[in-house]
């Protein structure tokens, strides 16, 4: 019997320190995930994320003629219930989205307008109302469908109901817009979870879940595992014989824990080991701590944990504080009215620090943020390059200066730790993992009003701001598909759609649900330069800019900008005055157009000078030439000047700049050019 399981350094040996996991080997298709065969038996491999499956999930294996075969959908085809709860699990999700858009947007105080044209505290209530009769036409079907059942399936059907029932009963509690009622919510949202995975054909996916077979039963037996956004604790065998998976519901079991030892003696397993999680925010920290607890026993025949001081077995461990949603939750009720003072009495000219009440963490390097003008929020998913590695969109409420995180932060276990090595694909949540550097490579669509993330190799994911989740993952062109596509894919958004810049200069549109390459026509153009590009929609003259540099600071930036005029999609360059001066603009990554000036900012400083002061430069396409301008207060830029983790958006419902920095700090600014001492360059 082995395992095929990523080992730990010092692995059994009592560490009271938090450590970090080693990266495992990416060129696997199924990472994390563990096998047990068994010499001249039975074989079985669960467990792992698999980078190239829709799902993220590698699912029950067995292997015949030397060959690992996924069985699955013949397990499934065994399970009468299987997905029978989706449709309850969904509602209940989206209720709890339109409850936490409920209480950060402050609508507290009804009737308040949604975007839809409709009092936003009715949708949620009216739709609570549509779920409650769903979940009342669902559990008399239910319970018909489960009457159908015998043994093992019939029991199972009667927990999940069970569980139903009182799930419907905690859908009532309190005002939906209070954070009590959301954790409420999110609670019974996991116990769903756990109904609905009671009656499928297989045990949820994990990772670092070892397999181990018991041969006086002719049993496999897993225990616990990582899910990634938690650590669970539940015990499922698997009869190889039967070809089907049974789920234990012993009285206690041992705390949730990952990267576990399991070993088999005459029907007895025995557990040591494993880790917890820390919720470490420190950069690059331990995220991982050895629970230590001593050895437990499962005696498979009488499923029965002993050892230690045991817990319920259906139990979850989640990362707590700035990892976790109710971090957010806390405190005074979020205060639009109150918000919209503090941005009317703004100063000109002067960056201003919001200081919302709680900072996400960890940092969030080598990115941007974008607005989404349609949910009047800032959406940041940045933080590779060792810094945070997760798969969650923050979002930012500007009308309520709030954080919102949407749901547990989802770490690669061991992939933290660097640039560029994060897994491919999709996890058990169907979320794409953050790429080493996100810069430009996702932006906010107008007319598909969802946000698109272009990072990774294969496909494009889509965001949904409503839900706060991924929900989809469409095609890319070929010329939107190269390794490093990460560091060079560049949008912006205009009218007609998203539009992409690649580092061959070719240019791609996003409509009606897909991408779409443009064909060019005059100059060629450029293609985008990790670090050193930036494209922007300048809708006065219908067009597109593009500014960019050679990589590296041997070579500086010639001042000059190409254009695309996007009616004809004609390629022409752009020379300003001034653009000699324009060698110094320390960062292109970040212009963006202020429409109410017509003018486009540039998010960094120029050099000090005789006054000691950082000017901000900045082009004035009515004059086509570079300009500077002196601003005051709290600079998002730093004290170089240049902020590689800086996203800088321009929000023209309140004529007002935005700025985010890498710890998550918002800037804004109110720009008066008339008034800002603005000079030629």
Not at 108 to 120: E, F, M, N, Q, S
Not at 196 to 222: G, M, Q
Not at 246 to 262: C, Y
Not at 611 to 636: E, F, H, I, Q
Request: contains cysteine.
């Amino acid at each position: 019997m082995r395992y095929a399981i990523l080992a730990l350094a010092l692995l059994g040996q009592a560490k009271e320190k938090s450590y970090r996991l080693p990266s495992t080997d990416l060129k696997q298709q199924v990472i994390w995930g563990a096998t047990c065969e068994v010499p001249d038996g039975p074989s079985l491999a669960f467990g792992g994320e698999d980078q190239r499956a829709a799902d993220g999930n590698p699912h029950t294996r067995v292997k015949q003629d030397g060959v690992w075969k996924a069985i699955h959908e013949e397990l499934g085809a065994k399970s009468p219930l299987r997905g029978s709860f989706a449709e309850l699990v969904k509602g209940l999700v989206k209720l709890i989205a339109l409850c936490r858009t409920g209480f950060y947007e402050g609508f507290l105080d009804p009737p308040v307008i949604d975007r839809r044209g409709a009092p936003a505290y009715q949708t949620a209530t009216l739709f609570l109302a549509q779920l409650l009769e769903l979940w009342d036409r669902a559990i008399p079907v239910l319970q018909r469908e489960a009457a159908k059942l015998e043994g093992y399936d019939a029991d199972q059907a009667k927990r999940a109901i069970d569980e139903v029932r009182k799930v419907r009963g905690r859908l009532l509690e309190g005002d939906p817009f209070s954070a009590a009622a959301i954790k409420t919510l999110t609670a019974a949202k996991a116990a769903m979870e756990i109904a609905a995975e009671r009656v499928d054909a297989e045990p949820p996916p994990r990772a670092l879940s070892p397999v181990v077979y018991d041969p006086k039963t002719n049993l496999f037996v897993i225990f616990g595992g990582d899910h990634l956004d938690y650590l669970t604790n539940d015990t499922w065998v698997f009869d190889p014989g039967k070809k089907k998976w049974f789920q234990r519901h012993p009285k206690e079991a041992p705390p949730p824990r990952g990267n576990h030892q399991l070993k088999a003696s005459d029907g007895k397993i025995s557990l040591s080991g494993g880790y917890t999680y820390t919720s470490s925010t420190d950069y690059v920290g331990g995220q991982y701590r050895d629970l230590n607890d001593g050895e437990w026993s499962y005696d498979v025949g009488a499923d029965a944990w002993t050892g230690g001081k045991g817990v319920d077995p259906d139990s979850r461990t989640y990362r707590t504080g700035r990892l976790h949603p109710d971090y957010y939750l806390q405190g005074a009720a979020p205060d639009p009215k109150e918000f919209a003072r503090v941005l009317g009495e703004l100063p000109a000219n002067t960056w201003v620090r919001t200081k919302p009440p709680h900072l996400p963490a960890l940092n969030r390097d080598w990115g941007t943020a974008v607005l989404d003008p349609d949910h009047d929020l800032i959406l940041r998913f940045s933080g590779g390059h060792s810094a945070h590695g997760g798969t969650d969109v923050l979002q930012y409420h500007m009308k309520t200066n709030r954080w919102e995180l949407c749901f547990p932060v989802e770490f690669p276990l061991g992939q933290l730790y660097s640039n560029t090595e994060y897994p491919e694909g999709v996890n058990f949540n169907r979320r794409p993992w953050v790429t080493g550097h996100t810069y430009q490579n996702y932006g906010y669509d107008p007319n598909f009003h969802r946000m698109l993330f272009t990072g990774r190799r294969e496909g494009c994911f889509v965001y949904d701001p409503e839900a706060g989740d991924w929900t989809s993952r469409l095609e890319k062109p070929k010329g939107m598909v190269y390794g490093d596509c990460f560091y060079t894919l560049t949008l912006t958004p205009t009218p007609q759609g998203l539009v992409c810049w690649n580092h061959d200069g070719r240019l791609y549109q996003f409509e009606k649900e897909a991408w779409v390459e443009r064909t060019l026509r005059g100059e060629k153009l450029p293609g985008s330069v990790v670090d050193n590009s930036t494209l922007l929609y300048d809708p006065k003259r219908e067009r597109l800019l593009f500014a960019r540099k050679p990589y590296g600071d041997k070579t500086p930036y010639t001042g000059e900008l190409h254009a695309v005029d996007v009616k004809t999609w004609t390629v022409a360059s752009v020379s300003p005055a001034g653009k000699e001066a324009a060698a110094a603009v320390p960062y292109l990554c970040q212009i963006r157009y202020d429409v109410e000036n017509d003018l486009l900012l540039v998010g960094g400083t120029l050099p000090p000078g005789t006054d000691g002061v950082r000017r901000t430069p900045a082009y004035d396409p009515a004059g086509n030439r570079w300009v500077s301008l002196k601003l005051a207060g709290d600079d998002p830029n730093g004290k170089n000047g240049r902020n590689v983790s800086l996203g800088l958006m321009y929000d023209a419902k309140r004529k007002l700049f935005w700025a985010v920095d890498t710890n998550s700090h918002v800037f804004v600014l109110r720009l008066d050019p008339k008034s800002a001492d603005l000079q030629p360059m």
